[in-house]
């Protein structure tokens, strides 16, 4: 991938700066983001995940585990205050609060200038894309869902989300009982074919074309779910030219990919951006709340070992910078972020010479291993740049 020779904000040249997981909290939404806010302004267009609820109507659906979803919608106000752009509002939480909780989030986004992407009052306006004009630059934007709950998704007279639906299936490595399972994934045909075809109607339309993907299994940066390469796979010989993964709360691998001489860079996950927990709390597993995390995800390991999966690497996100042209991709970069505490989820950009950032470096070379296009991963002027082997 070659490197930029023109610096951002001049004409034919856009930059895109793209974070996952986002929540403002109720008291003083706009601080979750006074740390990286002067980051933000060094974009173009600045894209985010929206992992809340912004609505006071709406009726609770219990299976979603998840009261704490819903925001007023004067805390979204925090999203423009930061500089973003678009938003996706496309996620397993999207129908927490029923069908006048997915219309009002985008209602929300809509009236403080920020698009929004993924969810909307029928199909046809969650799979509908934003489209920007910067520095002479088009970018197109679409966003999708695989982590969702039954009838979250939208259909043509029901509010949701733009649905990428997955079947899990569970095959036994070994004949001893007991032995762990390979587990299979694969999405469902008809999702994987409307989402090509969202990108094949958008292609000629944009210089540059982003998809964004709600999917991946909590807390686990490696392996990738089964279907997730695939998925990103049929994305970009479908035509996108980036995919921004996130909703596994940590940084999952990132991948080059080429198709007809075109190069496409894939962020499985960003990690959490700006995202408060109770680090004490009891995660119920949904949608029925009989187990917890710990008793899906964790690992009894060697005495002294305390494998906390869910909240491990919380902590820890960044910014990828993409810098784009009329003719596709010129530079990818990252910036790692780390959050001051679990409780407070604010963000602050490290610097090379930080822990958090080379624990970060040493992650996403760790978490791309074994991936076909992983690329290499070079710190400079504190960024990690990413280019093809």
Partial sequence: MPSAKTSARTNGHCTILAVGDTSPPETNPRSIFSGVRDVLKQGDIRFCQAERVFSRRGRYHPPGLARHSRRDPKCAEAYRWAGFDVVSTAGNHSGDWGFEGVVDTVRTMEQLGIR?????????????????????????????????????????????????????????????PGCPARIITIPVEEDLV?????????????????????????????????????????????????????????????????????????????GNFAMPTNAHGKHLCAPMGLYTYKDAFYRELEPGHKPEIFTRFWL?????????????????????????????????????????????VTHMKWASEGLRGAPEFKVRNNEIEIYRR
Wanted: aromatic share 8%; glycine share 10%.
């Fill in 194 to 270: 409307a989402m090509q075809e969202d990108i094949d109607k958008l292609r000629s339309q944009v210089d540059c074309l982003v998809v964004s993907h709600h999917w991946g299994v909590h807390g686990v940066p490696k392996p990738l779910a089964q279907y997730q390469p695939t998925v990103a796979r049929a994305a970009v010989d479908a035509g996108a030219d980036v995919v921004l993964g996130h909703h596994t709360h940590c940084l999952q691998g990132a991948e080059l990919m080429n198709h007809n001489g075109r190069d496409a860079v894939v962020f499985y996950s960003l």
């Fill in 316 to 360: 820890h996100g960044g910014v990828a910078r993409i810098e784009a042209g009329k003719n596709g991709l010129e530079r990818v970069t990252f910036v790692p972020t780390q959050a001051k505490s679990l409780e407070s989820g604010q963000p602050s950009p490290l610097l090379a010479r930080d822990a958090g950032f080379k624990k970060v």
């Fill in 116 to 176: 929004s992407i993924g969810s909307g009052r029928n199909i046809d306006v969650a799979r509908k894309p934003a489209i920007f004009e910067k520095q002479g630059v088009k970018v197109g934007f679409l966003a999708y869902a695989s982590v969702i709950l039954p009838q979250y998704w939208a259909t043509e007279d029901q509010p949701g989300v733009a649905p990428l639906r997955v079947n899990t299936y569970y095959e036994p490595y070994e004949f001893q």
